[in-house]
């Protein structure tokens, strides 16, 4: 190897460590931020604390006692059980819907195949901010009150298609020749398809599901337009407060966020290396 | 009941709540809004239902003077965001692609590993993210306390609030995006095409225009494709990190909807959005994956 191309692939190395740090020194900056005493100046280390978790749980400490800077553990609370019920059931619907169809798709030859292909990757497609105001405009012109109900109706115009993506690719690696025998053994349709079928696209339904919480739980743009005045969710919230200025509670409250994605992301690799 | 009738049915039965939902939940909603785009706004923030083209001619240049002015600043902000959008893909591309090439040649462990890493922040939440480079940015923040502790500086700079700072910000949340679709295409690149070219007498540099970047151009188009569509519309980063100082497109569309109660005009902008992003993708759709479809010969 010539001495320039030595120095070519060290150069490379070099780059792809720095661009591997650069990706995670924000979040990091963030985690030591949250343990770090100095109420004033974040970037000035005073000491390990882990005051401001205690002050978003609404527990009394010496910091947020000489400054009040949590404005309501209620509405922090609320906007995260607005964020939960709406994930859960959002997440429940889609991944039917979103099923169905990747189901239809794969295992039925019929005209409209091709226009439902295109449709199902239409919401994926449509910029955030569109969809938003086009269900804004809608709701209200139909008279539907915006509030928790239209964020649900809302997440699942577009969760409905991550989870037939991912259902999809699942279909599209499967074996035919094993509900062809189940039938082939005298099993009825409905048994082929709770028993052969359904155990093994269980993974892509499974992750399927997994990656629309997440989204749901992570939405700004869309619910933004269409969450109503008391129907506030965690992203919608947090964007409120940075909007207005920097509290030392939100590094907390952002660390718990990361943790809590971290681990339904975790859950869902677990889950397709073990059903492998 | 036939088989073929029963088949008919249980299709019905997989297809129709979902064509139900989109066809009321999503295509409605769609068509409600390009109607709207094409109403009159009425004095008091509603419509008035009268065909009403100068939402359009507001923001391209025509207009009767009478109801409405043309107001170059729109035209300048949604050209502006455009070039924020494309210089968001580009930046994308020159950070991805050689860390995806080097991530391509490590042993089998190290790619899982570090394909891995490249997906968590995926996971993680947007608006942490972005929140981040809020505490990294502004003026007390950490990249102006560590220039300031190195004496490179004497006073801290103004790095937030600036077009800088917003294609900061879209650059660092778009990466997965921009970095899955070029590793794909870097890992799936033939390695004795380069050896044969280098034997061939080609410099490095004709090898990588020559054989290298085609190769791996599906890739780059497809991950910009990818980058480009939220970056447009982008009303969050701006707002948080480009503050007052930098408006784009995003920006005026939710000022229309929340403060402005101009929702024809809203309306009309999401579809200049709309329109450009289809313009993209139909561009994507005829010229690359065309391309595809046709062996290559000579």
Same mark, same amino acid.
């Given at each position: ?78 906007? /995260? ?23 239809a798709?794969?295992r039925y030859r019929f005209r ?71 039938a082939?053994?005298?099993?009825n349709e409905w048994?082929t ?84 | 009941m036939s088989l073929q009738t029963r088949r008919t049915g249980q299709l019905a039965f997989l ?178 095409? /380069? ?104």
């Open positions: 190897m010539t001495r320039k191309s030595m120095l070519a692939r060290r150069l490379l190395t070099a780059y792809g460590i720095l661009f591997f740090v650069l990706v995670y020194l924000p979040i990091a900056l963030i985690l030591a931020y949250s343990f770090n005493a100095n109420p004033v100046n974040m970037m000035v280390w005073s000491g390990f604390t882990l005051d401001w978790y205690c002050s978003i749980f609404g527990l009394e400490t010496e910091l947020s006692q000489q400054i009040l800077y949590v404005e309501s553990t209620d509405a922090l609370l609320s906007a /995260v059980r607005n964020s939960l019920a709406i994930a859960l059931t959002t997440t429940a619907v889609s991944t039917v819907l979103g099923t169905a169809t990747a189901l798709i794969a409209l195949e091709k226009f439902y292909q295109t449709l199902m990757f239409m919401p994926m497609i449509m910029p955030d901010i569109v969809l938003g105001i086009a269900l804004l405009i809608f709701f209200i012109s139909i008279g539907i009150d915006l509030g928790i109900l239209t964020i649900m109706i809302g997440h699942c115009t577009f969760l409905t298609s991550y989870v037939f993506i991912v259902v999809s690719a699942r279909l599209a690696g499967m074996d035919r020749s094993l509900d062809e025998a189940s082939d053994l005298g099993a048994t398809f709770r028993r052969v079928v359904l155990p093994l696209i269980m993974p892509g339904v499974v992750g399927g599901a997994l990656l629309a919480f997440i989204i749901s739980m992570d939405d700004l743009v869309i619910t933004y337009f269409i969450a109503g005045v008391d129907s506030t969710t965690l992203p919608v919230y947090i964007y409120g407060i940075l909007r207005r200025g920097i509290k030392p509670e939100i590094n907390a409250i952002a660390v718990l966020m990361l943790s809590f994605s971290i681990a339904v992301a975790a859950l869902g690799l677990y889950i397709r290396s073990r059903r492998r | 297809l129709a709540p979902v064509s139900l939902f989109l066809l009321v939940f999503f295509v409605a909603p769609l068509s409600i809004m390009l109607a709207y785009s094409f109403l009159e706004p009425g004095l008091y923030g509603g419509v008035v239902w009268e065909f009403y083209h100068w939402n359009y001619g507001r923001v391209l240049g025509w207009a009767d003077g009478v109801l409405e002015e043309f107001e170059p600043v729109y035209l300048s902000i949604f050209l502006g965001s455009l070039r924020l959008a494309l210089l968001t893909v580009a930046v994308c591309i020159l950070v991805c692609y050689p860390a995806a090439f080097w991530v391509s040649r490590l042993p089998e462990r190290w790619k899982t590993l570090c394909l891995f890493l490249i997906t968590l922040p995926f996971f993680a939440s947007l608006i942490v993210r972005l929140y981040a480079w809020i505490l990294i940015l502004r003026p007390s923040g950490f990249l102006n306390h560590v220039l300031l502790e190195a004496g490179l500086i004497d006073r801290p700079l103004q790095m937030i609030y600036t077009e800088g700072a917003v294609v900061t910000g879209m650059v660092y949340i778009m990466i997965p995006f921009m970095f899955l679709p070029i590793y794909a295409s870097v890992e799936k690149l033939d390695t004795s095409l /380069v050896a044969a070219s280098q034997d061939l007498g080609a410099t490095r540099f004709q090898t990588f225009r020559r054989i290298v970047l085609p190769l791996t151009l599906p890739g780059i188009v497809g991950g910009s494709i990818i980058v480009f569509i939220p970056s447009l519309g982008n009303f969050v980063v701006p707002s948080l990190l480009g503050g007052a100082k930098v408006l784009m497109i995003g920006n005026l569309i939710e000022q229309q909807f929340l403060y402005a109660r101009n929702w024809p005009f809203g309306a009309a902008l999401a579809m200049l959005v709309m329109a450009t992003v289809m313009l993209f993708l139909l561009a994507y759709v005829t010229l690359v994956l065309r391309r595809d479809d046709v062996p290559r010969t000579g």
